[in-house]
């Protein structure tokens, strides 16, 4: 079939909107009609370079739509069903995915960093020639064929827009928060970066009973969508931010600090902004081949613990139906995250938006 999707081609070069083939989904696979694709930082890796991948490749790792057609062997899911789409999927049967780790499952992910289906093929091509999928998913297309155990089903009272939310940014954030650190009532949090995965972390950290939720960005506008997700204080980064972080928690630190960015220099910040004995969790993924100084001494003299969550060490079967029931219950606002939505012809403009920092998540849907 044919689809009309957004291409990368090079780094520096804008998203080309083109129409591919699709190929029908093989054994185990599922096709989606995509409703609704969120822009993420981790796709805009590819266009800085940042993230290096097989091209030319369609982005969009974090979609929902419907299912309109499976494969040979495909028996969890069926045709009309709503799935969020997870670009995690996992096997169930492995080490990680038997000690409840299924984020760290290792089965998806030669496949899924070649572009490919577990095949070693791929379903989308362009005159003949091969076409990567992004993640496992490449959602920045009407249609996209995926691994069945990316695909999770949620309620159709929950709306496609924010079952995307949910498959990446949400997920992320607020499992990083509840996961991850395992907050504590009462505890005081610092956010470094208030896109959306920064929002959902302060949206988790509010659910989990934080008394202090500050929120740090370099746009002002971000400020007051922080507050409106939950953020006590808010901060402007800048060579202040970590005496104005101990200022507001009794000279300490922040019991917890989380890096929501993926720049080893913040990464650095936020180990000097948490209190002894704190936690600082890593959230956002830094550039291929980057490194982060972290001092060995300071780490051991002061108790300070550093670590990284995956995809907010979620389990996707058990929490985007979760999340979901919250967000229904009125406990997660994530309709609110949805600053604008977008064509898929306008998507370099959606992309600019998020740079211009002026938005919470903005949404590419599709009629």
């Known amino acids: ?40 930082h981790s796709d805009w890796h590819l266009m800085t370079g940042a993230t290096r991948h097989a091209t030319p490749v ?61 095949d070693g093929t791929t379903r989308l091509s362009h005159d003949g020639r091969p076409v990567y999928h992004f993640s496992a998913l490449a959602c920045f297309a009407d249609h996209t064929v995926v691994p069945e155990e990316c695909c999770v089903v949620l309620d159709k009272d929950i709306p496609l827009t924010v079952a995307a939310l949910i498959g ?16 504590r009532p009462g505890s005081s949090v610092a956010v470094f970066g208030a896109g959306g995965v920064g929002l959902s972390i302060i949206m988790g950290a509010k659910l989990a009973g934080a008394s202090r939720i500050i929120a740090i960005d370099t746009h002002e506008a971000k400020g007051d969508i922080a507050q409106a997700f939950g953020a006590t204080d808010v901060l402007m980064a ?6 104005a972080i101990q200022a507001l928690t009794e000279g300490r630190g922040a019991d917890t600090v989380f890096e929501a960015i993926g720049l080893p220099a913040v990464q650095e910040t936020c180990l000097a902004a948490v209190r002894p004995g704190g936690l600082v969790v890593l959230v956002g993924i830094s550039p291929m081949g980057s490194a982060t100084n972290l001092p060995g001494a300071l780490i051991t003299r002061q108790e300070k613990t550093v ?32 600053s604008r939505t977008y064509p898929l012809e306008q998507i370099n403009e959606a992309y600019a938006d998020m740079l211009g920092g002026e938005i919470a998540r903005g949404l590419i849907v599709f009629p």
Not at 7 to 19: N, Q
Not at 61 to 86: C, F, K, Q, T, Y
Not at 238 to 243: A, I, K, L, R, S
């Open 58 to 118: 369609v982005p969009g790792h974090e979609g929902a739509g419907v299912v309109v057609g499976v494969g040979p062997g495909v028996g969890r899911v069926r045709v009309g069903d709503n799935v969020a789409l997870s670009w995690a999927p996992s096997c169930g049967a492995c080490f990680y995915c038997l000690h409840d780790r299924p984020s760290l499952c290792q089965t998806y992910v030669g496949p899924l960093w070649a572009g490919t289906m577990m």
């Open 168 to 183: 990446c940014a949400v997920t992320t954030g607020v499992g990083a928060a509840l996961n991850t650190a395992h907050i």
């Open 307 to 338: 670590t990284g969550t995956y995809y907010g060490s979620a389990n996707p079967a058990r929490d985007f139906p979760l999340y979901a029931g919250l967000y229904r219950r009125g406990l997660l606002d994530l309709g609110r995250l949805i």
């Open 238 to 243: 800048g060579p202040e931010t970590v005496g």
């Open 1 to 40: 079939m044919k689809v009309k999707a957004a291409v990368f081609y090079e780094p520096g070069v804008p998203l080309a909107i083109e129409t591919l083939d699709l190929a029908a989904p093989g054994p185990g696979e599922v096709l989606v009609r995509v409703a609704a694709a969120g822009v993420c």
